[in-house]
């Protein structure tokens, strides 16, 4: 029973270093992996931002609409921006470079 074993085991392991060998033999000829799950994932997650950013603003209107009736909506300050962001009469103000004479 024991040389049946040792044999079973013999020939798993010498048929296991065949595949192994024959397999690495036509791995350079595979194809390569697609990306398209991965794009599809991206602009998922693109149109997914746009669509609540969209919703998000039209919210901020109706919220203002309710409190001022009848008056313009002034810009929606950016939630996720903590940085210096200022707009004077409906345009960014334009500010000379640093190094600017």
């Known amino acids: ?6 044999r079973k085991y ?3 392991v010498y048929t296991k270093w065949e595949r192994t060998l024959l397999w690495d033999m036509v791995d350079p000829y595979r194809r390569p992996k697609s990306f398209t799950p ?3 994932i991206y602009i998922a997650a693109f149109y997914t931002g746009v669509i609540g ?34 707009v004077y009469r409906g345009e960014v103000p334009i500010t000379t470079p640093p190094n600017a004479p």
């Open 38 to 40: 991965l794009v599809t």
């Open 53 to 86: 950013a969209a919703i998000t603003e039209q919210l901020y209107k109706e919220k203002y609409w309710e409190d001022h009736p009848g008056e313009m909506v002034p810009l929606m300050n950016p939630m996720f921006y903590g940085g210096p962001w200022r």
């Open 1 to 6: 029973m024991t040389s049946y074993l040792w």
């Open 10 to 12: 013999a020939d798993y």
